[in-house]
């Protein structure tokens, strides 16, 4: 059973305008988001409000399992895995039809899948992390088996940065364990991410062309000490 993050707030005391004060915390991670907040510019030591700015404060959301009729956000979660462009529609579309791409999520609830999403306050999925056993895999094809699946991620681009991946990825794996020996990942060299993968345990065991045809990391996590 996956559990639930709770929110708490941070800075509960502070006298801030209340648009900041809705500071909340992840796990004692925070997460950010744009919010108005005042600029105070004064002189002699006497600050005024003078105008807006804006800067990022936590917000909120949710990990929940994912379920067959995620089936949409997951093919929207996978365009941003996959780097694609910013059209959303065209990019979904492209997907479903790229024999490369397609296998990560169609016919999603298959024996073996397993994945989280990450939901705001309006019931938005923001993003997903979820693994898949493949056949005949191209990212991890000296590394995966038949019971080592392959993990996917993908966070909306003005998402990115809240900590919404790595709670993502702390959940899945969590939820792997027990029922994988390892996990299989690919992630382009140029990615920030493959920090927060070294961070969680991932390790490189061979590099790669991708299916845009520049390099990338086939990175392991092994779940158990043995396989």
């Known amino acids: 059973m996956l559990s639930v993050p709770r929110y708490r707030q941070s800075r509960p005391n502070t006298c801030w305008p209340a648009c900041v004060r809705m500071i909340l915390a992840y796990h004692g991670k925070h997460h950010t988001e744009y919010a108005i907040f ?16 804006l ?18 956000a997951l093919w929207e979660m996978l365009t941003y895995a996959a780097r694609m462009p910013d059209d959303v529609a065209a990019n979904i579309a492209a997907a479903q039809a790229d024999p490369f791409l ?10 073996g899948d397993l994945g989280v999403l990450a939901v705001d306050e309006s019931g938005e ?20 088996a038949d019971n080592i699946p392959e993990l996917a991620i ?11 991946g790595t709670a993502l990825m702390e959940a899945l794996i969590a ?4 029922r994988f020996p390892a996990l299989v990942l690919s992630v382009r060299l140029v990615n920030p991410a493959v920090h927060l993968y070294e961070r969680l345990g991932f390790v490189t065991v061979e590099e790669i062309a991708n299916r845009v045809g520049t390099a990338s990391a086939v990175m392991e996590l092994k779940l158990t000490a043995d396989r």
Not at 59 to 66: E, N
Not at 175 to 178: F, I
């Open 38 to 53: 005042p600029l105070r510019l004064g002189k002699a030591q006497q600050p005024e409000l003078r105008c807006l700015d």
């Open 154 to 164: 993908g966070v909306r681009p003005a998402r990115r940065g809240q900590g919404i």
């Open 55 to 72: 800067i990022k404060v936590p917000m909120p959301f949710l990990i929940q399992p994912s379920t067959p009729t995620d089936t949409p």
């Open 125 to 144: 999925t923001v993003g997903a992390a979820w693994v898949r056993l493949l056949d005949h895999s191209f990212h991890a094809r000296n590394h995966a």
């Open 102 to 111: 397609q296998k990560y999520v169609e016919g999603w609830g298959k024996p």
């Open 175 to 178: 939820a792997c364990r027990g």
